[in-house]
């Protein structure tokens, strides 16, 4: 598992859902949403938290395979990928 926090570019489908992204210069096919945490409050009174986290299923232009976290922050609509996990 690689630990990135580095912005990409995403491109979503009508219902919102991230169908692929680009990470350094590649492009990324999600293949399917494995989880799924959206921004809410975690307890009454307290602030929701504004980064919807996922974690997809994505293959590469050349066809490998990963798993790969990436989040929304909901306030600047700006994508983070995460989490690579080999």
């Known amino acids: ?3 990135l926090n580095e912005q990409i570019d995403v491109r979503s489908t009508d219902g ?10 590649h492009t990324f096919r ?8 959206p921004a809410r409050a975690e307890a009454p009174g307290v602030p929701a938290t504004r980064i919807h986290l996922l974690r997809v299923s ?3 232009e050349s066809g490998e395979p990963s798993i790969i976290d990436i989040s929304r922050d909901d306030a600047s609509d700006r994508w983070t990928m995460r989490r690579q996990w080999n």
């Open 16 to 25: 919102g859902n991230p169908a692929q992204f680009i990470w350094r210069g």
């Open 30 to 37: 999600v293949r399917r949403i494995i989880g799924d945490w």
């Open 1 to 3: 598992m690689s630990l």
């Open 58 to 60: 994505a293959e590469s």
